[in-house]
């Protein structure tokens, strides 16, 4: 703790026995007056806290799971050597559990006009944005018999981004996608393929991709071919109301499903399509537009990194009216929201006629394997019991799936960990079906 003036010459007095203390003051005082006078110098050699000057620098942002490090110079403007303890303080999500009290204290010693850097290590434990607290600082005297005890705020935000863990699905869906992109022929042509050339015909190509013109020109008959349409453009949606602070396993369900927006965002974007972002519950809570490809996806992770789940219903109305005028022509619009029976039948469903008449819906639901698992168990009552709640939370979902799709929409209902690759499969089979 640190002492000031009488308060120094009491604590030292208090630790003497009670019988070589004086009746009066002026007694104390004779009695201890050495040790009083060592706490008192000691005390006024300290190096005053307040004069200190502090600057930041280090990182700005980090990705959920790594670490980051922010710098700290101490500046000593007084004529006094500065010996102290530093506490810098962040929010207690800035580092793991049990490694606040090493990571964010330091021991220095600074000579009168100079200034020593200190490096903190964050490690954060949540998305979103970190700001620095108060930085505390204990000067001691030479003796250590006393110190001078302050505060000072010096502002510092780092930004903890998604982890991006699906990141490792992308290069076997960019070999799918140059796959798709270098296929000799799509037979049906549809309304999100493109003329690509002309070869002869083979046995078992569809009549209907004869090209009579050019067959009239040459001796063999021309059949025309077509590949994936690019520069279409994609509407990720993300649903932020109460279902999306649901946790599955260890996250959120908001966590996975950004997780997912993210690998689609990546793949998209490599395959010439253009790609926004809204994310709604009763008002838009992020969104970006009009990115070009090398700034998108970090546009999104950026975007994403301080959303939270919102408490509230969403407003489905609201929500299709903000995406249709997010996509004012023909778009794959990529919903992910909860296939939850109730939120599902009484806000999507109603307005979902308004957004297939104009667009491809792709709706991406967060599975619970938990559900599975108690589905499979047996054994005991118990065991039963848990069996029968699974087994009808699992029908459920499926007869809401059923809904969906019997207006025309694609559903992928899938476990946190496989989320993302099956929205990027969904992708790519509606791209090679030329529905986009």
Request: glycine residues 6%; contains cysteine; charged residues 25%.
């Amino acid at each position: 703790m640190a002492l000031t003036g009488r308060t120094a010459l009491l604590a030292a007095l208090g630790s003497l026995p009670v019988g070589v203390l004086a009746p009066s003051w002026t007694g104390m005082l004779a009695v201890n007056a050495p040790l009083s006078l060592a706490i008192l110098c000691d005390y006024a050699l300290a190096a005053p806290v307040r004069t200190l000057r502090f600057t930041r620098s280090g990182d700005t942002s980090v990705r959920l799971g790594d670490s980051a490090e922010v710098q700290l110079t101490v500046t000593n403007t007084s004529n006094r050597r500065l010996r102290a303890h530093l506490r810098d303080a962040w929010p207690p999500s800035s580092w793991l559990t049990g490694t606040e009290q090493t990571a964010s204290r330091h021991k220095l010693t600074v000579p009168s006009g100079e200034r020593r850097r200190l490096t903190t290590v964050l490690r954060p434990t949540r998305r979103g944005d970190r700001q620095a607290e108060r930085i505390t600082v204990r000067s001691y005297g030479p003796l250590g018999l006393a110190a001078r005890q302050g505060s000072h705020k010096v502002p510092w935000t780092v930004r903890v981004l998604p982890p991006f863990t699906s990141r490792k699905h992308l290069p076997s869906r960019l070999a799918r996608l140059r796959e798709l992109d270098g296929r000799t022929s799509v037979l049906i042509r549809g309304q999100g393929t493109e003329f690509d050339s002309l070869r002869d015909y083979v046995p078992g190509d569809d009549t209907r991709s004869i090209d009579w013109r050019a067959t009239a020109r040459q001796t063999t008959v021309a059949v025309r071919t077509w590949r994936p349409e690019r520069d279409r453009h994609i509407l990720v949606v993300l649903d932020t109301g109460r279902t999306s602070a649901g946790r599955v396993g260890d996250v959120p369900r908001l966590d996975a499903a950004m997780d997912a927006a993210l690998l689609l965002t990546a793949l998209a974007s490599r395959a010439g399509d253009r790609v926004d972002l809204l994310a709604y519950d009763r008002r838009i809570r992020a969104q970006v537009q009009g990115r070009s490809a090398g700034d998108l996806l970090p546009a999104v992770v950026n975007a994403l990194a301080p959303l939270e789940p919102e408490l509230v219903e969403t407003d489905a109305r609201g929500l299709s009216a903000t995406a249709l005028h997010s996509a004012p022509r023909r778009s794959l619009i990529v919903l992910l929201t909860s296939l939850d029976a109730a939120p599902v039948e009484e806000g999507l469903l109603p307005v979902l006629p308004q957004l297939t008449k104009r667009h491809t819906v792709l709706v991406a639901s967060v599975a619970d394997p938990h559900i599975e698992q108690m589905s499979k168990t047996r054994g005991t009552v118990d065991a039963v019991y848990e069996a029968a709640a699974g087994t009808q939370a699992q029908t459920q979902r499926r007869r809401t799936a059923e809904q969906l799709q019997r207006h025309g929409v694609t559903v992928v209902d899938a476990t946190p960990d496989n989320l993302a690759p099956a929205l990027a499969d969904a992708y790519l089979a509606l791209k090679a079906a030329g529905r986009l």
